[in-house]
């Protein structure tokens, strides 16, 4: 699972869906693989905007990456080489090969293995 992926879900349980505690889900025991991937400066310029910055502050911090500005970068930010460069290896490069996502509400753990999130839940959680 890329660490992109993890700023674009939330906890499933019916319960959860209001509370704000159920975003970012939080990784535990994450097993980290870097692969590398062709720099994609346009992408990163373009994805950035819908990625919520706290959230991902808070997964980089959790993975052990060394802490992101405290504000996105924007305008002429975005065109500093080796800020591009280190979004690109965090949210493109870096893959989450197993571990649990947790939620911050109701505590459910979607288990990820070889690199799949399982996101199906349970009957009693549905």
Not at 9 to 28: R, Y
Not at 86 to 108: P, Y
Not at 115 to 122: D, K, R, V
Request: glycine content about 4%; aromatic content about 8%.
């Amino acid at each position: 699972m890329k660490v992109i992926t993890a700023n674009f879900v939330s906890c499933a349980v019916k319960e959860c869906k209001t509370s704000a505690a159920s975003f970012p889900l939080h990784f535990n025991d994450a097993e980290l693989e870097l692969s590398e991937v062709d720099f994609q400066p346009e992408f990163i310029r373009n994805v950035l905007p819908r990625i919520d910055w706290e959230a991902l502050r808070t997964t980089a911090n959790e993975l052990g990456f060394p802490s992101l500005p405290e504000t996105k970068p924007e305008g002429e930010a975005l065109d500093n080489e080796q800020t591009l460069k280190d979004l690109h290896r965090l949210l493109l490069e870096t893959q989450v090969m197993e571990g649990r996502l947790v939620c911050g509400t109701c505590g459910h753990s979607y288990v990820i293995k070889e690199g799949i999130a399982n996101f199906l839940l349970p009957s009693h959680l549905v």
